[in-house]
């Protein structure tokens, strides 16, 4: 028994050297998880098990599939090709991956493939198949689409299709959701997208569609035609109830408001940057004429395009958020939000409006969020009982400087107001009927307060009380006066306080009593000295930079020691030895001092200003001159005692060996 046992280990031993062993797959296999990518791949490794449920291949070099390269897995539910260099599918390929969901193709070059005209055959249960990438032209897409009954997510995103035919998915019925983003689409065929009965999303984006004139699919949801060219968006006259709840027309050329279905579900609308010029579905009879002979409103075959064909009332009771900005509205009446009973966002920023007002008999007031920054505004207007949702107003970049003074304090749930690059003046918190100031007292509500760049020459005392804010922007106010109880009222509230830019010499506010002010800026003034606490500092970041300051008193260091996490202290001319503390609290490396590069100081140096970074600065710099004269002739003086000791030793030794040879002479 033993010899056969040595007889079979000895034959063993001399066939082994002469096998090949099996090579390890170079994917991650986890379960029935398969991840083949970014492995420059030329083919599928053989070694992979025969179950698997998700296989990715995407970034290889594979350009064919067929059944030598990739042998079908029968039980794959999701196959990931993307970013390969796939031009060849072997025809019916995929009719034996019977469970396969999943198919992404992306980033390929189908559009070869596409060029033969071969259909690629049935695929059988894939729910979302992407061909976006591709390089595919009007009608490619066909041969991949004419035989996928439960297709319901298609991407053709990134390819050159210019034209959507009626017949492109009639092999793809099922499909809910199609993205056509980023094509060079001018044309879909009347019927196109009428018989997916179950569609509702469609990416239009980024194409060249000029027209939507007879807008009817009832099913759909969402719709986004932003960056075409849209000149007009007109629904067809119906009684049907659309369920579009989503629609994005912003980036296109639209010239008047379009005429959306009259029963709708609409609850998110975006006209931003386009060139409206009126909220109507068109202009005056005048002004079409001009459009018309510009070439607006005319096909290359003379034929009138895009005009609203009736002027029908537009009932939005459902919408939630409009964006007009950015267009050439100079007017908008107050009637027109009369059916907008649930809108919560308005942005009409960055147009051309004069007058903004909203009255008792349409209030508004389910409004959170008003935008009505770079116009025109002369007037602005909101009457009693009115915008009682209102938390956020922005009005920058209007130039107004008249107001009636009260117009804040009618809105009970203000919350943020942006009143920056305007030319308003602040009353005192009892002064009476005005509408040369505008009062920010008594706002119990108001938490964001931004008046920057008002030219803004006086902070009366008391003109924040009983507003409890969080955020006070003061800044590039240059000139402005700032009194000792400018900011009374807010110490108990205040977190940030912005004085940036405002041309400030001296300070006397005591921020000791802001007990929960936790940023604080002072940048780009003429401040000289800064001692602004009295006790202990609860200011984690101070701005400093770009003003006149020599030293900071050790009080002040000493105050925010404790607190203070981020210092900005550079361009200043700063004293290196009138500093210690501030030099100490520097180098120490617990705070982070952002412009640390631009953080210098001056010394003297042999009658001479010297300038150093403050992380350079060492104790030698700041040692008075007498002590430097008195160590220099200390040296001195032990240099010249040496040497004379060192003559006397020379002259002692001289006369001694002269000595001992006159000795043995004798």
């Not at 405002?502 to 800064?530: E, H, I, M, P, Y």
């Not at 030099?583 to 982070?592: C, D, E, F």
Request: aromatic content about 6%; overall charge negative; proline content about 4%.
């Amino acid at each position: 028994m033993g010899t056969r046992l040595w007889i079979l280990m000895l034959v063993v031993n001399q066939v082994a050297p002469y096998r090949r062993p099996a090579e390890a797959s170079p994917c991650q296999v986890v379960h029935e998880d398969v991840d083949c990518s970014s492995l420059n791949l030329r083919r599928v490794p053989a070694q992979l098990p025969a179950s698997i449920h998700l296989l990715d291949l995407s970034r290889n070099l594979l350009q064919n599939l067929t059944d030598q390269e990739l042998p079908a897995f029968s039980g794959v539910r999701s196959l990931n090709l993307h970013a390969n260099k796939i031009q060849f599918i072997q025809p019916g390929f995929f009719q034996d991956m019977s469970l396969l969901e999943v198919l992404d193709l992306s980033e390929n070059s189908l559009d070869l493939y596409a060029a033969l005209k071969t259909h690629v055959g049935l695929l059988a249960s894939v729910r979302h198949l992407d061909l976006s990438g591709n390089g595919l032209f009007t009608d490619m897409s066909d041969y991949f689409l004419s035989d996928a009954p439960l297709l319901t997510n298609l991407s053709l995103d990134g390819n050159s299709i210019t034209k959507i035919s009626r017949d492109t998915f009639n092999g793809s019925q099922a499909l809910t959701n199609i993205d056509l983003h980023n094509n060079v689409i001018i044309e879909i065929e009347e019927g196109a997208f009428e018989s997916l009965t179950g569609l509702s999303e469609l990416d239009l984006s980024v194409n060249s569609i000029s027209c939507i004139t007879d807008f009817n699919l009832v099913q759909l949801k969402t719709l986004n035609l932003s960056k075409n060219s849209l000149t007009s968006f007109q629904t067809i006259d119906s009684d049907l109830e659309f369920e579009l709840m989503y629609l994005d027309l912003r980036e296109n050329k639209i010239l008047y408001f379009p005429v959306l279905p009259q029963r709708n579900k609409l609850i998110y609308l975006d006209l931003s940057r386009n060139l409206l010029r009126s909220v109507n579905c068109s202009g005056p009879l005048e002004e079409l004429e001009n459009l018309k002979a510009s070439g607006y409103l005319f096909t290359d075959h003379d034929k009138p395009l895009c005009l609203c064909t009736n002027q029908r009332h537009q009932d939005l009771p459902k919408l939630l958020y409009l964006d007009l900005s950015y267009n050439q509205l100079k007017t908008i009446p107050t009637s027109f939000f009369s059916s907008m009973v649930s809108l919560e966002s308005l942005n009409i920023s960055n147009n051309c409006l004069e007058s903004f007002s909203v009255n008792a008999e349409i209030p508004l007031n389910s409004l959170k969020t008003l935008d009505i920054s770079y116009n025109n505004l002369q007037n602005l207007s909101f009457g009693e009982n009115t915008l009682a949702a209102l938390e956020v107003l922005h009005l920058q970049g209007n130039a107004l400087s008249m107001l009636d003074a009260g117009i804040f304090s009618r809105l009970p749930s203000i919350r943020s107001l942006h009143l920056q690059q305007n030319l308003f003046s602040i009353c005192p918190p009892l002064q009476g009927p005005t509408n040369d100031c505008i009062r920010l007292s008594s706002i119990p509500t108001l938490s964001y307060l931004y008046l920057s760049e008002n030219s803004l020459m006086s902070i009366p005392p008391g003109a924040f009380q009983g507003s409890s804010l969080l955020i006070l922007d003061l800044s590039q106010n240059p000139g402005m006066y700032l009194e000792l109880s400018s900011l009374s009222g807010l110490e108990t509230s205040l977190t940030h306080l912005s004085l940036r830019g405002n041309q400030l010499q001296t300070l006397a506010v005591d921020f000791t009593l802001f007990r929960k002010l936790k940023s604080l800026d002072l940048s780009v003034n003429r401040l000289t000295g800064v001692s602004l606490w009295s006790g202990e500092s609860s200011v984690e970041s101070l701005n400093l930079q770009k003003n006149s300051l020599v030293t900071l008193p050790s009080d002040t260091v000493i105050a925010l020691q404790k607190t203070l996490r981020t210092l900005y202290v550079g361009s200043n001319p700063l004293s290196c030895c009138g500093n210690p503390y501030l030099l100490t609290l520097l180098q120490q490396g617990r705070l982070s001092v952002p412009d640390i590069a631009a953080a210098t100081c001056w010394y003297t140096r042999d009658s001479e200003s010297v300038e150093i970074s403050v992380s350079a600065v060492q104790p030698e710099h700041c040692e008075p001159v007498d002590r430097k004269v008195l160590w220099i002739s200390v040296i001195v003086v032990l240099a010249l005692g040496l040497s004379l000791v060192s003559v006397v030793a020379l002259k002692l030794c001289h006369s001694k060996t002269h000595g001992f040879k006159r000795g043995i002479k004798a």
